[in-house]
Protein backbone atom coordinates (compact mmCIF):
# COMPACT_ATOMS: atom_id res chain seq x y z
CA UNK A 1 0.00 0.00 0.00
CA UNK A 2 2.69 2.63 0.27
CA UNK A 3 4.66 1.75 -2.36
CA UNK A 4 1.46 2.50 -4.32
CA UNK A 5 0.88 5.71 -2.24
CA UNK A 6 4.70 6.61 -3.33
CA UNK A 7 3.93 5.94 -6.78
CA UNK A 8 0.79 8.22 -7.12
CA UNK A 9 2.37 11.26 -5.21
CA UNK A 10 5.45 10.63 -7.94
CA UNK A 11 2.89 10.32 -10.87
CA UNK A 12 1.10 13.54 -9.41
CA UNK A 13 4.34 15.48 -9.20
CA UNK A 14 5.31 14.76 -12.65
CA UNK A 15 2.09 15.72 -14.09
CA UNK A 16 2.34 19.15 -12.14
CA UNK A 17 5.91 19.69 -13.26
CA UNK A 18 5.00 18.53 -16.84
CA UNK A 19 2.04 21.12 -16.61
CA UNK A 20 3.99 23.78 -15.28
CA UNK A 21 6.70 23.77 -17.79
CA UNK A 22 4.23 23.70 -20.98
CA UNK A 23 2.35 26.65 -19.46
CA UNK A 24 5.28 28.67 -18.57
CA UNK A 25 7.15 27.56 -21.91
CA UNK A 26 3.39 28.69 -23.54
CA UNK A 27 3.61 32.28 -21.71
CA UNK A 28 7.34 33.20 -22.42
CA UNK A 29 8.98 33.98 -25.49
CA UNK A 30 11.78 31.63 -27.08
CA UNK A 31 15.58 32.58 -26.06
CA UNK A 32 16.38 35.85 -28.33
CA UNK A 33 13.41 36.99 -27.95
CA UNK A 34 11.62 35.33 -30.90
CA UNK A 35 7.74 34.82 -30.01
CA UNK A 36 6.71 30.75 -29.89
CA UNK A 37 4.46 29.30 -32.12
CA UNK A 38 1.59 29.84 -29.68
CA UNK A 39 2.30 33.27 -29.92
CA UNK A 40 2.50 33.40 -33.40
CA UNK A 41 -0.41 31.88 -33.92
CA UNK A 42 -2.49 34.10 -31.03
CA UNK A 43 -1.36 37.00 -33.07
CA UNK A 44 -2.39 35.44 -36.64
CA UNK A 45 -5.87 35.20 -34.88
CA UNK A 46 -5.95 38.42 -33.66
CA UNK A 47 -5.06 40.01 -36.70
CA UNK A 48 -7.68 38.35 -38.59
CA UNK A 49 -10.19 39.24 -35.88
CA UNK A 50 -8.89 43.03 -36.56
CA UNK A 51 -9.37 42.73 -40.26
CA UNK A 52 -12.81 41.48 -40.09
CA UNK A 53 -13.56 44.40 -38.49
CA UNK A 54 -12.09 47.12 -40.34
CA UNK A 55 -12.77 45.20 -43.84
CA UNK A 56 -8.96 44.62 -44.73
CA UNK A 57 -9.30 42.18 -47.13
CA UNK A 58 -6.33 41.98 -48.53
CA UNK A 59 -4.76 41.38 -44.82
CA UNK A 60 -7.18 38.53 -44.86
CA UNK A 61 -6.23 37.30 -47.87
CA UNK A 62 -3.18 36.53 -46.40
CA UNK A 63 -4.46 34.99 -43.22
CA UNK A 64 -6.57 32.87 -44.81
CA UNK A 65 -5.75 29.26 -46.46
CA UNK A 66 -7.28 29.13 -50.32
CA UNK A 67 -9.15 25.79 -48.84
CA UNK A 68 -10.93 27.72 -46.13
CA UNK A 69 -14.08 26.50 -44.65
CA UNK A 70 -15.71 28.90 -43.17
CA UNK A 71 -18.93 27.43 -41.20
CA UNK A 72 -20.96 29.99 -39.33
CA UNK A 73 -23.37 30.17 -36.43
CA UNK A 74 -26.13 29.80 -38.74
CA UNK A 75 -24.74 26.72 -40.16
CA UNK A 76 -23.74 28.40 -43.67
CA UNK A 77 -20.47 27.48 -45.19
CA UNK A 78 -18.50 29.23 -46.92
CA UNK A 79 -14.94 28.93 -49.16
CA UNK A 80 -12.07 31.62 -49.04
CA UNK A 81 -13.94 33.69 -51.76
CA UNK A 82 -17.27 33.72 -50.11
CA UNK A 83 -15.98 34.82 -47.23
CA UNK A 84 -13.70 37.59 -48.67
CA UNK A 85 -16.18 38.65 -50.51
CA UNK A 86 -18.89 38.88 -47.64
CA UNK A 87 -16.29 41.36 -45.96
CA UNK A 88 -15.71 43.32 -48.88
CA UNK A 89 -18.79 43.33 -50.05
CA UNK A 90 -19.66 44.30 -46.57
CA UNK A 91 -22.42 41.78 -46.28
CA UNK A 92 -20.47 40.36 -43.22
CA UNK A 93 -20.22 43.62 -41.60
CA UNK A 94 -18.53 43.63 -38.05
CA UNK A 95 -18.36 46.43 -35.61
CA UNK A 96 -15.94 44.49 -32.78
CA UNK A 97 -14.97 40.90 -32.25
CA UNK A 98 -13.17 40.21 -28.69
CA UNK A 99 -11.76 36.87 -28.30
CA UNK A 100 -10.92 35.17 -24.77
CA UNK A 101 -10.29 31.84 -23.12
CA UNK A 102 -8.00 30.73 -26.22
CA UNK A 103 -6.69 27.29 -25.84
CA UNK A 104 -3.93 26.66 -28.52
CA UNK A 105 -2.41 23.23 -29.30
CA UNK A 106 0.20 23.34 -32.12
CA UNK A 107 1.00 20.24 -33.56
CA UNK A 108 4.01 20.81 -36.09
CA UNK A 109 2.53 23.01 -38.78
CA UNK A 110 -0.63 22.64 -37.71
CA UNK A 111 -2.83 24.08 -35.09
CA UNK A 112 -6.29 24.80 -33.21
CA UNK A 113 -7.08 28.04 -31.35
CA UNK A 114 -10.42 26.94 -29.13
CA UNK A 115 -12.02 29.63 -27.67
CA UNK A 116 -14.77 32.28 -26.63
CA UNK A 117 -15.48 35.53 -29.24
CA UNK A 118 -18.26 38.12 -28.30
CA UNK A 119 -19.27 39.51 -31.77
CA UNK A 120 -20.85 42.70 -32.89
CA UNK A 121 -22.53 42.67 -35.89
CA UNK A 122 -22.80 39.62 -37.13
CA UNK A 123 -26.47 39.29 -37.77
CA UNK A 124 -28.07 41.41 -39.54
CA UNK A 125 -29.56 43.08 -36.55
CA UNK A 126 -26.10 44.30 -35.20
CA UNK A 127 -26.73 42.58 -32.20
CA UNK A 128 -24.11 40.98 -29.89
CA UNK A 129 -23.46 37.46 -29.71
CA UNK A 130 -20.95 35.34 -27.72
CA UNK A 131 -19.53 32.25 -30.08
CA UNK A 132 -17.24 29.26 -29.23
CA UNK A 133 -15.16 28.75 -32.11
CA UNK A 134 -12.76 25.95 -33.08
CA UNK A 135 -9.87 27.26 -35.54
CA UNK A 136 -7.56 25.31 -37.65
CA UNK A 137 -4.18 26.86 -38.93
CA UNK A 138 -1.81 25.40 -40.89
CA UNK A 139 2.02 27.03 -41.29
CA UNK A 140 2.86 27.98 -44.74
CA UNK A 141 5.91 30.12 -45.71
CA UNK A 142 6.66 31.14 -42.33
CA UNK A 143 3.30 32.24 -41.12
CA UNK A 144 -0.14 30.64 -40.01
CA UNK A 145 -3.21 30.13 -42.33
CA UNK A 146 -6.53 29.49 -41.30
CA UNK A 147 -7.79 26.57 -42.85
CA UNK A 148 -10.91 25.42 -41.00
CA UNK A 149 -13.29 27.54 -38.45
CA UNK A 150 -16.51 26.65 -36.79
CA UNK A 151 -18.59 28.76 -34.72
CA UNK A 152 -21.53 27.78 -32.20
CA UNK A 153 -23.87 30.44 -30.30
CA UNK A 154 -23.43 30.57 -27.20
CA UNK A 155 -27.17 30.42 -25.22
CA UNK A 156 -27.84 33.64 -23.22
CA UNK A 157 -26.86 33.17 -19.73
CA UNK A 158 -24.86 29.77 -20.32
CA UNK A 159 -21.88 28.88 -19.18
CA UNK A 160 -18.37 29.59 -21.17
CA UNK A 161 -15.75 27.82 -19.22
CA UNK A 162 -14.50 25.39 -21.08
CA UNK A 163 -14.20 21.89 -20.27
CA UNK A 164 -17.02 22.85 -17.60
CA UNK A 165 -20.88 21.66 -18.55
Known amino acids: MRKL ?4 LACLACTA ?7 ARR ?8 PTAEQ ?3 KADTDRFTAMVSGDVATLDRLVAVELSY ?3 TGRIEDKHAFLYGIKSGKAKYSSIIPSEQEVHVMGTVATVIGVAAIRGEEADGSDIEVRYTGVHVLRDGRWQLV ?7 APNETVNPRRG
Open 5 to 8: ITAT
Open 17 to 23: ALSFGQS
Open 27 to 34: SSMREGGS
Open 40 to 42: QLL
Open 71 to 73: IRT
Open 148 to 154: AWQSTRI
